[in-house]
T-cell receptor
Framework: NAGVTQTPKFQVLKTGQSMTLQCAQD?????MYWYRQDPGMGLRLIYY???????DKGEVPNGYNVSRLNKREFSLRLESAAPSQTSVYFC?????????????FGQGTRLTVV | GDSVTQMEGPVTLSEEAFLTINCTYT??????LFWYVQYPGEGLQLLLK?????DKGSNKGFEATYRKETTSFHLEKGSVQVSDSAVYFC????????????FGQGTTLQVKP
């Protein structure tokens, strides 16, 4: 039972390079999320997808794009990486609207932009 | 907008000590409240939750009570172990049914033998 799987686990980019972070979940959840974690700031929502075919901005969407490819997969793209995007990125999934709603998180992608 | 504030860390305790990590929130309506834990090198996992006022969430010896009058959800454990060393996040989910979480800053706990 894999849960939420993110790839890659680590990445170093040069300023201006692009990359896509991949996320897949096998729990049949409707909603998926991308958060970034920075020291002293907790996790902040970048984008989320309430269901297949829909995406919405979160708190810190600038510099990112997302694609909800199907119910399982939700990718995050950095078109032109900047040092300010150095962070740890977490993908999460859940099916909100139930009393037992719990978000499940991937293990994270540690991204360094130099 | 909605927000969560946690006590500053890091917190260093000896094994078997009592733990309290303070968490207060600002939100419209009646959010659900959560504590997530992040062990070294891992993603976050749910520790406990409460969905309405006066609810007490509990798991693995940890407890937190949803206090509407003080807008608080403090995490407590009577006797910590070295294996409890981790980063703890308080979070809220509003009533919009989107599942979006708003997190506090996180509190690092180190337990020494």
């Amino acid at each position: 039972n894999a849960g939420v799987t993110q790839t890659p686990k680590f990445q170093v980019l040069k300023t201006g390079q692009s990359m896509t972070l991949q996320c897949a979940q096998d729990m049949n959840h409707n909603s998926m999320y991308w958060y970034r974690q920075d020291p002293g700031m907790g996790l902040r929502l970048i984008y989320y997808s309430a269901s297949e075919g829909t995406t919405d901005k979160g708190e810190v969407p600038n510099g990112y794009n997302v694609s909800r490819l199907n119910k399982r997969e939700f990718s995050l793209r950095l078109e032109s990486a900047a040092p300010s995007q150095t962070s740890v990125y977490f993908c999460a999934s859940t099916s909100p609207g139930t009393r037992n709603t719990e978000a499940f998180f991937g293990q994270g992608t540690r991204l360094t932009v130099v | 907008g909605d927000s969560v504030t946690q006590m500053e860390g890091p917190v260093t305790l000896s094994e078997e000590a009592f733990l309290t990590i303070n968490c207060t929130y600002t939100a419209t309506g009646y959010p659900s409240l959560f504590w997530y834990v992040q062990y070294p090198g891992e993603g976050l996992q749910l520790l406990l939750k409460a969905t309405k006022a006066d609810d007490k969430g509990s798991n693995k010896g940890f407890e937190a009570t949803y206090r509407k009058e003080t807008t608080s959800f403090h995490l407590e454990k009577g006797s910590v172990q070295v294996s409890d060393s981790a980063v703890y996040f308080c979070a809220l989910s509003d009533r919009s049914n989107t599942g979006k979480l708003i997190f506090g800053q996180g509190t690092t706990l180190q337990v020494k033998p």
